[in-house]
């Protein structure tokens, strides 16, 4: 196991408090320091300005369209979080990169390096492993707020990068985005002027709540337009599980430590950006 090795601390934080008993079955499993936190009603919340009367209509439309989450609150709540606070929480405070890890997935081959050294030492910021297209009925306005964010703090933005792969050939948005269920990354990108504004005029918008926008889109758009492209970097070679994708290594000699076949991985399938983004990093070089 990956952490046996390198005996990183794990932070779990819940909208409830953990009870004495998940807490004391979790430390039995895990050989490492490991903390707990509950969040708060503005953290894990719903903002005062919103509507509920228009979340609900919203609702009833996704819902009708049998769009996964659509009828969720719990689920507009969590991508709020993700989006504006995760790396804000006291218990993260301290620390410059973090890997997200969600409940159910799975790792399928032997890490056998540390990706933290590996972005600290290449000097990268952001890191994924799977990159899907959104179903567009959930995130209709985001891209058009995130054009409005950019045309309004001119200042604050400079000059947006643009990584040609979440546009089509027409520039219109399509809806690619790492998938941040499995994230490496810097704190300090999230933590910056930049992400932070625009995260609250997202906030401000509302769009969270009233469409159905997830943080992996919110993370993917701010990446792409407040990053260069080599602060970027795709772990190939990181065999990763969450129902109902996978990511197999391309490299034939790195499946000799995996238990997965690059037949079955999502970036052979219609819905992946892969060749998006390895085309868009080509022409890049």
Known sequence: MFNNKFRYPYVMLNDDHFT??????????????IKFGKLTNTEFG???????????????????QNIIYGDSIPYRKMCRFFSGYFFRHPLVLKYRYYWRIEPGVKFLCKINYDPF??????????????????????IPSLYKETLNFIINNKKLVGNPK?????????????????WSNFEIASF????SDVYLDYFKYLD???GFFYERWGDAPVHTLAASLFLEKKL???????????PPY????????????????????????EISCLKQWLSDVLEST
């Open 20 to 33: 004495d008993e998940f807490k004391s079955n979790i430390k039995k499993i895990v050989s490492t320091d």
């Open 46 to 64: 719903i903002p005062s300005h919103i509507d509920m009367t228009k979340v609900q209509n919203n609702i009833n439309i996704l819902k009708s």
């Open 117 to 138: 050294e590996f972005l600290r030492n290449n000097e990268k910021e952001y890191g994924f492993v799977i990159t899907i297209k959104e179903y567009m009925e959930t």
């Open 162 to 178: 643009i990584n040609n792969f979440i546009l089509n050939k027409d520039y219109t948005y399509n809806g690619c985005h790492f």
């Open 188 to 191: 300090d990108f999230f933590r």
């Open 204 to 206: 401000m918008s509302g």
């Open 232 to 242: 970027i970097h795709f772990f190939d070679d990181i065999g990763y599980e969450h």
């Open 246 to 269: 996978s990511h197999c290594p391309s490299s034939p000699s790195r499946l000799v430590d995996c238990e997965c076949r690059p037949k079955d991985s999502v970036d052979f399938m």
